[in-house]
């Protein structure tokens, strides 16, 4: 066991020296699948699946900060999720909440709610709420949304998606944007006529960030469902057959390894 673990350690660090800065993604998406299938192999419950997972996610951030990866987002819990059986969901929930207040502790980090808030129960809204405003005292004084600002704040920037559709997210940012034209006296009509991409991407729960150029879902899984929908046209997709709770720096950074050796042509 032991020289498999020096082995282990040697490969990982050959792969990691590697790893040239140029080439690592800016924003990187994960899809965090198989806290239950990890738990079900190794004859635990639901719940000790999704702590395990959530506990992996602090290192993966770490992993992420030290390669200089700019942004993460995190999928954490869909709308879709949100059916589910309620002793199941009711522990989930407690689980999201505890881990991101823990991310927030951290001060490592500069956190961004993403997803339809609104949905949740309103004492965990408030309480992500809280460990975000917590992590971004700036944001808190100009309003959710408020990117990172150069100069201000060099930190990581990680989304936390709770509550999140692709297709929500959609319906989001064309309904806000129709309220603010209406508020500025637009008819439908103008606004039928005037609108663009560009607005839509202005409305978007990630407004102001770039879009993610690695897409990561673990478990197996090879499907988006939804995950950042508008955002991912361009995105390289990598699907690893890890359970998240088992992922491994080796996997993120084989994961690393093979978007360097892709040749992006972001639709041209």
Request: one cysteine or more; a negative charge; glycine letters at 8%.
């Amino acid at each position: 066991m032991a020289g498999n673990n020096l082995l282990y350690d040697i490969y990982e660090r050959r792969l990691a020296a590697r790893i040239d800065p140029a080439t690592v993604p800016h924003h990187v998406g994960v899809i965090l699948d198989g806290n239950r299938r990890w738990a079900k192999s190794m004859g635990f419950g639901a719940a000790q699946g999704h702590k395990r997972g959530a506990d992996k996610i602090e290192e993966f951030l770490g992993w992420a900060e030290q390669t200089g990866v700019e942004v993460v987002t995190l999928w954490l819990l869909s709308t879709d999720n949100l059916s589910r059986d309620p002793a199941e969901l009711s522990p989930l929930l407690d689980i999201i909440a505890h881990a991101v207040d823990e991310l927030a502790e951290t001060g490592r980090w500069s956190l961004r709610l993403v997803g339809a808030v609104d949905l949740l129960p309103e004492p965990l809204a408030e309480r992500l709420r809280a460990a975000v405003a917590k992590s971004r005292p700036e944001a808190a004084e100009a309003g959710e949304g408020a990117g990172k600002v150069a100069g201000e704040d060099r930190r990581m920037q990680v989304n936390i998606a709770v509550g999140y559709g692709g297709r929500q997210e959609i319906a989001d940012a064309v309904r806000e944007l129709l309220r603010e034209r209406a508020a500025a006296g637009a008819s439908l009509e103008e606004v039928a006529a005037s609108l663009s991409e560009e607005d839509i991407t202005d409305h978007l729960y990630t407004k102001g960030q770039p879009d993610p150029d690695l897409v990561i879902r673990t478990s197996g899984e090879q499907r988006l469902s939804g995950f950042l929908l508008w955002q991912s046209v361009h995105s390289e997709y990598y699907f690893c057959e890890v359970n998240w709770p088992a992922f491994r720096r080796v996997d993120f950074l084989r994961a690393l390894r093979d978007f360097a050796s892709r040749e992006r042509r972001l639709g041209r």
